[in-house]
């Protein structure tokens, strides 16, 4: 079984005048009763190649100071806690404080169902899932007939169908160690589990019958009642042999007998109830020691079909027929893509057909074939020998304005796209044999794929999870029905007190500065009224061709629901929304096109009379932290009520000095570079604050961790220092919420410290735009 998912993956207004009564003024706020904290300024500075200068240009970092370890260094410990102390008091003034975190905590407490997957092939065929609860560290997963899972949808999973199969939290004390990844045998009979502890990458096989449940912890590694075999280092790729006999797998390649994910990898079988040290080695790792293997076999088993890997999608591809040979390291094999040029990723075969979802002139992805010609095959000591190539046949050609993210097998010669169109993501099923449109699978609604999870190639069925908006899971089952997909929806998870039937939501466009039509979405409650009075929290992401719509996200929830709000997502470009095309227009020297069209959603908003003016609140994560900031200086007066812009980089001339560096040329822009050295000097928040623009910023709320190591603190310090102390006077708050002992990534983070900044983000909006609760 395969698992496929994909996770669908918060500044400052600027008054072009005098501050005046014009400029919005925030309520219970006063730097007469709250001065800004002071911090001590340093000579540091700068000295970049300009193009336009025609020379270097200097500016300087007079709080270089703050770049310093937060963790060990006391001054910038005190500046953050003196930040801290500033950002409590205000929000003391919120006076319905338990009312919001109640709300948000309701947002927080669904059940949460994982990885439905229905073995259709199986002898007796099942389904199975995780599910994990508020509060619950680990998944506990279940194993239900389809006459269980029937009763379930009834009562709309009310609580989880069939019996308990695995409870993750028994497999250490500590809750450490989980479920990285797993198959079922094709029979349905075992099932292979990769044990890792503490988000490790690498693991050890282990393998359990289906009829052997392991719930109460034991001492034994990978839980009682288990085969004896443990095959260790793992990296999650695996496939059942076609005769259940045992599984191929991929192992890292560490000489040391490690765990190192960076010297390549090996591909290896495992037979069922024989010790590892038996497993027999059937490729050798790639010598450049860069490219990592993955593996399709065919349903019959006939083909088993190795991917190499380079880091940017350059992909080989070889095959060999694994049941017509002695399994070893001396097994004949062809090569159907022997160079590293493409993103070739392989979909399923079909007789002697190999799909392949490729970029090879095509951005957006198409699906071709290449004819297995098996007349070929030859031992040698590396398949890099192997320089055959084959050349492909267009089956599925791109779309232009849709990129395909996946394709899903089914039904032995179909495909389920999963792809970005519009900001969203829609399926289609094509015929792979004829490359021809079947049907859209769903309609298009306000809810995104969460996860497509199928058994096998040759299953009927595949599952779907959707996020929304308004329900953090819906689960849908699509069933090819020998004419057409039918589908049946297994339950739509709520949250406390609203059904998600209140909710409603508008598909729209706004019109960007050099005319470009950019997407957006709008979902309110049916009870919002549309004229001109509801605030409007706007998210969006706009980066590396992400798409962050429509998900589920209970901040933004509690925010819509409870003050008859509406929220939005801008498609930006720079954004994945139309495709590969649309990212493309929004990076490097195109980057001000981001900002351009995130304003204009905004304007848009207030036009339609869905805003009301003054009241659009712009918000963004990490990149989309840095777009908020960038567009709260470079709006009209009074666009945006106030900004929230979380864990951003906020200083892009010390992204070079920390962790995600250079990778980032390409969205951002390279600053050693002259010409583009420009341009990112041009937007780049922290060396835009300008005491002399006379500015007036929006109340801005920077959040930031202070353990993140993708993005360092030090943004979100200095930032917040330059702009306290460029506007010693603002008349609207300049704050910033640290969380402490969190990282990039409110998943990986204690739900507590998500459940304290979404409180702080809420309040915050609450009372810099004067709201009072509605719900
Ligand atoms: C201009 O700046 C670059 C980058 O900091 C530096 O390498 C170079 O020496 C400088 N040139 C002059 C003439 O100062
Ligand atoms: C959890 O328990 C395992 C096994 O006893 C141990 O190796 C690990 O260090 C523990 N981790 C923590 C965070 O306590
Ligand atoms: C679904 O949305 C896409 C993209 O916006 C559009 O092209 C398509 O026509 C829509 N399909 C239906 C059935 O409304
Ligand atoms: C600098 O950036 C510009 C714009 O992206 C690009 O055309 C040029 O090739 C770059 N120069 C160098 C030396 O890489």
């Not at 095959?319 to 094999?333: C, I, V």
């Not at 996946?406 to 829609?426: L, Q």
């Not at 712009?618 to 840095?626: D, F, I, K, T």
């Not at 200086?633 to 009074?638: E, I, S, T």
Request: with cysteine; hydrophobic share 35%.
């Amino acid at each position: 079984m395969h698992s496929l998912k994909t996770m669908l993956s918060g500044l400052l207004l600027l008054s072009l005048f005098v501050i005046d009564s014009f400029a919005n003024k925030a309520p219970c706020w006063s730097t007469k009763d709250t001065p800004f904290p002071k911090a001590r300024r340093v000579d540091k500075t700068w000295t970049y190649r300009s193009a336009k200068a025609h020379g270097n240009v200097t500016f300087p970092d007079p709080y270089f100071w703050l770049e310093q370890p937060y963790t060990t260094t006391k001054e910038v410990q005190e500046f953050a806690a003196d930040q801290q102390a500033l950002t409590e008091k205000y929000m003391s003034k919120c006076t319905n404080a338990e009312s919001i975190t109640q709300s948000i905590k309701d947002a927080f407490d669904y059940n949460s169902y994982f990885d439905i997957t229905f073995l259709d092939n199986a002898i007796n065929p099942f389904y199975f899932f995780s599910l994990q609860r508020i509060g619950e560290s680990r998944k506990t997963y279940y194993i239900a007939t389809p006459e269980e899972m029937e009763a379930g949808r009834k009562t709309n999973f009310a609580n989880p169908p069939g019996h308990k199969y695995f409870d993750e939290g028994a497999l250490s004390v500590n809750g450490t160690a989980s479920i990285q990844t797993y198959q079922f045998s094709t029979n349905g009979l075992y099932l292979a589990y990769l044990v890792i502890d503490a988000d490790a990458d690498v693991g050890t096989w282990y393998v359990r019958k289906t009829t052997s449940p392991f719930l109460k912890y034991s001492k034994t590694p990978g839980g009682d009642g288990r085969l004896p075999e443990a095959v260790p280092r793992g990296d999650g790729h695996i496939m059942w042999r076609s005769d259940n006999a045992g599984f191929y797998y991929v192992q890292v390649n560490d000489p040391e007998g490690g765990t190192n994910t960076d010297i390549g990898s090996v591909l290896r079988y495992h037979k069922l109830g024989t010790a590892y040290e038996k497993d027999v080695l059937l490729v050798h790792a790639d010598p450049s020691q860069d490219s990592f293997y993955s593996i399709v076999e065919s349903l019959d088993g006939k083909w088993l079909v190795l991917v190499n890997s380079k880091g940017a999608g350059q992909t080989s591809i070889y095959a060999t027929r694994p049941l017509e040979q002695t399994l070893s390291d001396k097994m004949k094999w062809i090569s159907i893509v022997p160079t590293q040029e493409d993103d070739l990723t392989a979909i399923t075969t079909i007789g002697d057909d190999l799909y392949v979802q490729s970029d090879h002139d095509a951005p957006n992805y198409k699906t071709v074939k290449y004819k297995m010609d098996w007349s070929k095959a030859r031992v040698v000591n590396k398949l890099q020998d192997l320089n055959d190539n084959v050349d492909p046949v267009d089956v599925i050609p791109a779309r232009k304005d849709a990129l395909l993210n996946f394709a899903v097998p089914f039904d032995n010669d179909k495909v389920v796209y999963v792809m970005t169109e519009n900001g969203k993501y829609t399926l289609y099923l094509y015929s792979l044999l004829t490359g021809k449109l079947i049907q859209q699978v769903l309609p298009n609604e306000t809810f995104t794929a969460h996860e497509v999870i199928y058994a096998d190639s040759g299953s009927k069925n595949i599952v779907l999870a959707y996020w929304g908006p308004y329900s953090p899971r819906k689960c849908v089952q699509i069933t090819w029905d020998g004419t057409k997909v039918v589908d049946k929806t297994f339950f739509i998870e709520t949250v406390k007190g609203t059904k998600p039937g209140d909710f409603m939501t508008e598909e729209l466009e706004a019109t960007s500065k050099d005319g470009t039509k950019v997407p957006y979405y709008a979902v309110h409650h049916k009870d919002t009224k549309r004229d001109g009075t509801a605030p409007a929290m706007m998210h969006f992401y706009a980066t590396y061709g992400d798409v962050e719509n429509l998900f589920w996200y209970p901040m933004h929830y509690s925010f819509m629901n409870s003050y008859n709000a509406v929220l939005v997502y801008a498609g930006a470009r720079g954004g994945g929304d139309k495709g590969a095309d649309w990212h493309i227009a929004g990076e490097g020297m195109r980057k001000q096109n981001t900002f351009d069209d995130l304003i204009a959603v905004a304007q848009d908003l207030v036009k339609r009379k869905i805003a009301a003016p003054g009241k659009v609140v712009p918000e963004g994560v990490s990149a989309g932290g840095l777009n908020a900031a960038v567009i709260a200086r470079q709006a009209p007066p009074n666009t945006f009520g106030a900004v929230l812009s979380d864990l951003p980089p906020l200083d892009w001339f010390l992204i070079d000095r920390s962790r995600a560096g250079s990778s980032q040329y390409e969205d951002f822009g390279n600053p050693h570079n002259a010409t583009e050295f420009d341009v990112i000097r041009s937007w780049s928040p922290l060396q835009n604050i300008d005491a002399t623009e006379q500015k007036v910023y929006p109340p801005i709320l920077v959040t930031a961790s202070d353990s993140d190591q993708r993005v360092v603190i030090a943004h979100a310090l200095k930032f917040t220092a330059q702009l306290q102390f460029s506007y010693p006077n603002s008349p609207n708050p300049l704050l910033m919420h640290i969380a402490k002992s969190a990282g990039h990534s409110d998943v990986g983070n204690n739900q507590d410290t998500a459940i304290i900044k979404n409180f702080h983000q809420e309040c915050f909006v609450q009372l810099a735009l004067g709201l009072t609760k509605y719900r």
